[in-house]
Every structure is written in structure tokens, then in C-alpha cells.
């Protein structure tokens, strides 16, 4: 079970208020940053987020946004191109925001990895 959702049940079992519940959405989303980045562009053109141009002269140009996730909407974070410079961005965003931690959790995914 995610943390997350461990945190919620754990409240809601010893009985809770909602303030306390929003208390500590609005924390968890405060404390937990995701970065990610796509392969294609397609997606970010076909959900409006990018124009069709843009998408295929981004193509052309193997450009890479580096992605966010606040207050519940994608922002984009920096551009590079090529996938190498997609992942080492993503490495350093990992070095220099992040603090080494024992309770430090870290996911890694890849969307075509079984």
C-alpha cells in the first residue's frame, strides 16, 4: 500500500476530522515532487497542451520536456534534446533536490517495461 494511502487509512481508523484529512493531502503533496518525461510528443498536442507545429518541429529535433506535476496540473520544467540529455536531467534534478535520507523513498517507472 502506498504511503499515502497507509497515512489516510491509519487516520481513519482511529477517527478523524476532515480538516486533519485536507491537512494532510495538502502535505503530501507539498513534500512529494514528481519528474518525469515522454517520448513522444503526440499526447502533449493531441490534450491541447502543445500545438501541432510544436509537436512535429519538436519531433524533428528530438526535444524532451522535462514534466512536473503541481497543484494537480503538467508543467514543463526545462527542455533538452535527445533522451541521454532527458536522463541525465532527470539525474540531477535527483542529486541536487533531493537530501540523502533514510526515510527517502524514490520510484522509478518506464511505461514500456513489463
Do not use: C, W
Not at 481508523?13 to 519528474?35: C, K, M, N, P, W
Not at 497542451?49 to 512535429?56: E, N, S, V
Not at 527542455?79 to 541521454?84: E, M, S, T
Amino acid at each position: 500500500m502506498r504511503p499515502v494511502a497507509r497515512g489516510l487509512q491509519h487516520r481513519l481508523q482511529r477517527g478523524t476530522t476532515d480538516e486533519e484529512i485536507d491537512a494532510f493531502v495538502e502535505e503530501y503533496a507539498r513534500s512529494h515532487h514528481l519528474l518525469f518525461t515522454v517520448n513522444t510528443l503526440e499526447y502533449l498536442a493531441k490534450g491541447g497542451r502543445i500545438g501541432k507545429a510544436a509537436a512535429f518541429a519538436g519531433t524533428l529535433l528530438q526535444v524532451k520536456p522535462i514534466l512536473s506535476i503541481r497543484d494537480g496540473e503538467v508543467e514543463p520544467v526545462k527542455r533538452v534534446r535527445g533522451d541521454r540529455k532527458a536522463f541525465a536531467e532527470l539525474a540531477t534534478a535527483l542529486e541536487t533536490e533531493t537530501e540523502d535520507e533514510p526515510e527517502y523513498r524514490l520510484g522509478v517507472a518506464h511505461a514500456a517495461a513489463p
